[in-house]
């Protein structure tokens, strides 16, 4: 598969090299499925960084004896919005690997162009092939 990353960085030489495969990339798809797994993942390590910090005030008020009722509802709902936010982010990247998943293997710069063997070019002949006998 592939990387997403090589894609996004260099998607007019993918797009070339896949079409010389007679392959036509969906570029626009791409994005949008790439776009959306980015924007999921930020959002994800956000909320995931705003438990961290709440857990570290909470251990604090813990520590001083202080309530923290109203600091166990805040982490309550956040744990709430991290488990859908996991589930939208684990669907758009299978999303995201399906998509890849048919996508060929891009091609060296040195092979030929041509929908099908016949159009390679002979390069060297070392003998011709030899065919059996059979024993009758």
Do not use: C, H, W
């Amino acid at each position: 598969m592939i990387d997403s990353t090589y894609i996004r960085e260099n998607s007019d030489t993918v797009v070339n090299n896949l079409a010389n495969r007679g392959y036509e990339f969906d570029i626009k798809a791409f994005t949008k499925l790439d776009e959306e797994k980015r924007g999921l993942q930020k959002s994800l390590e956000e909320l995931q960084a705003q438990r961290n910090k709440l857990s570290k005030e909470y251990g604090e008020l813990k520590k001083a004896g202080s309530s923290t009722k109203d600091l166990d509802l805040e982490i309550g709902n956040l744990k709430t919005l991290l488990v859908d936010e996991e589930v939208k982010f684990k669907d758009a990247q299978i999303n995201l690997d399906k998509f890849l998943s048919v996508v060929p293997n891009l091609v060296s710069d040195s092979t030929p162009i041509g929908q099908d063997e016949s159009s390679n070019k002979l390069i060297r002949k070392s003998s011709e092939p030899e065919t059996q006998q059979s024993p009758d």
